[in-house]
């Protein structure tokens, strides 16, 4: 019986992490891609400086982490002699802050949807480098999923519909997914840099990552803006267009809460359900897409969705069942 109710409450657990990832980055994207289409005011102005919504958010989880961090130092429940130095953090810092930016100036050649696909094929990249530069070998079954990944985005990218592509800003697919893979690049090198912090800190806490990774990201982003003047004009949009200033706050309190909920998920369920969760995700993100903005895929498109999630997720089983077999060898 009570090894029932503790399966139970175990489900029920992960219920809440999907639920709470789900809605926090479903949400986001709504709105990312509002900011990223909308024209506001009898001027039909666009909001050009999507990069600083990383930035903004960055802001919001470094305070929200910040004080959550606080809140465990004082109670005892993490120790200060086991987490990382503040400044480890900061080339991580600079990946971070670099990656992601080129994922939101993408968002003006490409479509969301489009954006979310090519973030979504890590593995593609991953696999070739290590082929290449490390003589790597994959069995079969990974070298089928990568190919099935990056066909899946060329059926994507052949054709798309006329009405969503006529919203974007400045349409150039090749262009939006360079900007996608060179954002997968940073990626990459951002969470190779975590990895090794937390190797050298074996009990470093996550909250603690989350809190000075932000303030670093934030703090390359603040120093850009101040000197490209974009701090200035997102300032001078917002106070013309209020309801902007509303999408940017609703977009960091997501990305916020979002990534309280996928550092609790990787935690208590591990990397590989989190992974998993944030896979399935994706593809709710292009289905809303197409739904909630009325952005429609063409068959070549749904083809395309098809096999990139079919590709991830038989990845992720692949993982897991490899995972499994090491476990089961100690």
Same mark, same amino acid.
């Given at each position: 019986m009570a090894e029932s109710r503790s399966k139970l409450g175990s489900v029920a657990l992960l219920l809440f992490c999907v639920a709470g990832i789900y809605a926090s980055y479903l949400t986001q994207g709504v709105v990312n891609e509002h900011l990223a289409i909308k024209r506001y005011?009898?001027?039909?102005?666009?909001?050009? &400086?999507?990069?600083?919504? &990383?930035?903004?958010?960055?802001?919001?989880?470094?305070?929200?982490?910040? %004080?959550?961090?606080?809140?465990?130092?004082?109670?005892?429940?993490?120790?200060?002699?086991?987490l990382a130095h503040w400044y480890d953090y900061w080339q991580a810092g600079i990946t971070n802050c670099v990656g992601p930016a080129c994922g939101m100036f993408a968002l003006k050649n490409i479509?969301?949807?489009a954006q979310v696909l090519a973030k979504s094929c890590k593995m593609v990249p991953v696999m070739l480098m290590g082929v290449v530069l490390h003589g790597k070998r994959?069995?079969?079954?990974?070298?089928?999923?990568?190919?099935?990944?990056?066909?899946?985005?060329?059926?994507?990218?052949?054709?798309?519909?006329?009405?969503?592509?006529?919203?974007?800003?400045?349409? &150039?697919?090749?262009?939006?997914?360079?900007?996608?893979?060179? &954002?997968?690049?940073?990626?990459?090198?951002?969470?190779?840099?975590?990895?090794? %912090?937390?190797?050298?800190?074996?009990?470093?806490?996550?909250?603690?990552?989350?809190?000075?990774?932000?303030?670093?990201?934030?703090?390359?982003y603040g120093l850009y803006m101040l000197a490209s003047g974009s701090g200035v004009e997102l300032v001078s949009f917002c106070a013309r267009h209020p309801d902007a200033l509303v999408d940017i706050i609703l977009f960091c309190l997501c990305g916020a809460v979002g990534q309280l909920f996928i550092f609790f998920t990787i935690k208590t369920f591990g990397a590989l359900v989190n992974t998993l969760v944030c896979t399935t995700r994706k593809f709710f993100n292009i289905l809303l897409s197409v739904l909630w903005n009325g952005n429609p895929l063409l068959l070549n498109q749904w083809v395309g969705v098809a096999m990139v999630f079919t590709g991830l997720v038989v990845q992720g089983l692949m993982k897991s069942k490899s995972k499994h077999s090491k476990r089961k060898a100690e």
């Open positions: 005011g009898d001027q039909q102005e666009r909001f050009r &400086n999507l990069e600083a919504l &990383n930035g903004a958010q960055a802001v919001t989880c470094f305070i929200w982490a910040g %004080i959550i961090l606080q809140a465990l130092l004082l109670t005892g429940r993490v120790s200060s002699s086991d479509t969301y949807s994959y069995t079969v079954l990974e070298y089928v999923c990568m190919t099935l990944i990056g066909l899946g985005v060329a059926a994507f990218a052949q054709k798309g519909s006329s009405k969503v592509t006529g919203r974007l800003a400045s349409p &150039n697919p090749l262009l939006g997914y360079t900007l996608c893979f060179v &954002n997968l690049a940073f990626d990459g090198y951002t969470n190779a840099a975590q990895d090794h %912090i937390n190797e050298r800190h074996r009990k470093n806490s996550p909250i603690h990552m989350m809190c000075w990774m932000n303030f670093w990201t934030a703090l390359y």
